[in-house]
């Protein structure tokens, strides 16, 4: 099955700075690979996603870039913000027209924008 | 719009009883999932259901766990004789259709085994 390792853990970031974590895959099949932060007592929420066609996404301040040949994707989050802090997980699957596998989640990374 | 919900949000239990956990889904979503969070960790899959498609239920830990979905709305996970090893948090998320696509997620049920 597929296995996804997240780095790092804790990322401290001062406000304004860029943060970057960074996540790979060990599954070559896989294709879909979204972000997602879970604020305190809250459920995970989409925030950026990719598919294995494209190599890099952007949303405002949010970024995703995929290595294919390598197999690892990374999130940027530039002009960090205080309620950027929060924990983010990166997932991975593969779909076809016909069938998918489950989301494997990363570990997690909490990440704290100091004011 | 109304959004993914679950009850209850806290769950106290003694080890050996049975939990009922229950997920109200997004109207017209036809996807459903269930996942595990243990303190700081990530999410383990454990059963989606999808339409009228008998529900993958490769995910579950043991078969004290169950869970049954109504149609296409309310779904319930049980988990019987309950272990200390149980005590997380039950995710559930819902999607239009398919597994790539966006999944909105619950608040969660923080499950504590005595």
């Known amino acids: 099955g597929e296995n996804v390792e997240q780095h790092p853990s804790t990322l401290s970031v001062q406000e304004g700075d860029s943060a970057v974590i960074k996540c790979t895959y060990s599954?070559?099949?896989?294709?879909?690979f979204p972000w997602y932060k879970q604020e305190l007592g809250k459920g995970p929420q989409l925030i950026i996603d990719?598919?294995?066609?494209?190599g890099e996404k952007k949303d405002q301040r949010i970024a995703v870039t995929l290595n294919k040949t390598a197999k690892h994707f990374s999130l940027h989050i530039t002009e960090t913000q205080p309620e950027d802090s929060a924990v983010y997980f990166c997932?991975?699957?593969?779909?076809?027209?016909?069938?998918?596998?489950?989301?494997?989640f990363g570990s997690g990374t909490q990440l704290t924008v100091l004011p | 719009g109304a959004g993914v919900s679950q009850s209850p949000s806290n769950k106290v239990t003694e080890k050996g009883k049975d939990v009922e956990l229950r997920c109200d889904p997004i109207?017209?979503?036809?996807?459903l999932y269930w996942y595990r969070q243990r303190l700081g960790q990530g999410l383990e899959f454990l059963i989606y259901?999808?339409?009228?498609?008998?529900?993958?239920k490769s995910g579950l830990p043991s078969d004290r766990f169950s869970a049954e979905r109504t149609g296409e709305s309310v779904s319930t996970l049980t988990i019987q004789r309950t272990q200390q090893e149980d005590s997380a948090v039950y995710l559930c998320?819902?999607?239009?259709?398919?597994?790539?696509?966006?999944?909105?997620f619950g608040p969660g049920t923080r499950l504590l085994v005595l």
């Open positions: 998320a819902s999607s239009l259709r398919r597994i790539e696509e966006t999944q909105y």
């Open positions: 599954d070559s099949a896989s294709n879909y």
């Open positions: 990719i598919r294995s066609n494209v």
């Open positions: 997932a991975a699957t593969w779909s076809t027209s016909g069938s998918a596998r489950q989301l494997t």
């Open positions: 109207s017209g979503h036809t996807a």
């Open positions: 259901f999808q339409g009228n498609s008998a529900p993958d």
